[in-house]
């Protein structure tokens, strides 16, 4: 049954968020990092890893064959720094979270 204060585009909306933290043991380090990881390169710290959220509708047709649907995503964290969109944002955040 369809509600009548949403516009019926939008019933089919979906949002999602996923947290992830962790902290990578190194009793052996004396400069804090581990050596030749990406994502797990601090040692003996608590990370924020990432917090990703997403938010997307399913193609709906609009008529005349075509249809309209999108997928949007965000990322916030350390691993932010090493899956990065080519072009957008490079080189704006230099911290350990982007």
Request: proline share 6%; glycine share 16%; charged share 10%.
């Amino acid at each position: 049954m369809s509600n009548p204060a949403i516009p019926p585009y939008w019933e089919g909306l979906e949002g999602h968020v996923s947290i992830e933290a962790g902290i990578s043991g190194n009793p052996w380090t004396r400069s804090g990092r581990n050596f030749a990881q990406y994502y797990s390169d601090r040692a003996n710290t608590v990370t924020l890893n990432q917090i990703i959220g997403s938010l997307s509708h399913p193609v709906t047709s609009v008529g005349s064959g075509y249809g309209i649907g999108f997928v949007l995503e965000a990322m916030y964290g350390s691993d932010a720094r090493f899956d990065p969109t080519i072009g957008m944002g490079s080189g704006s955040l230099h911290g350990l979270y982007q």
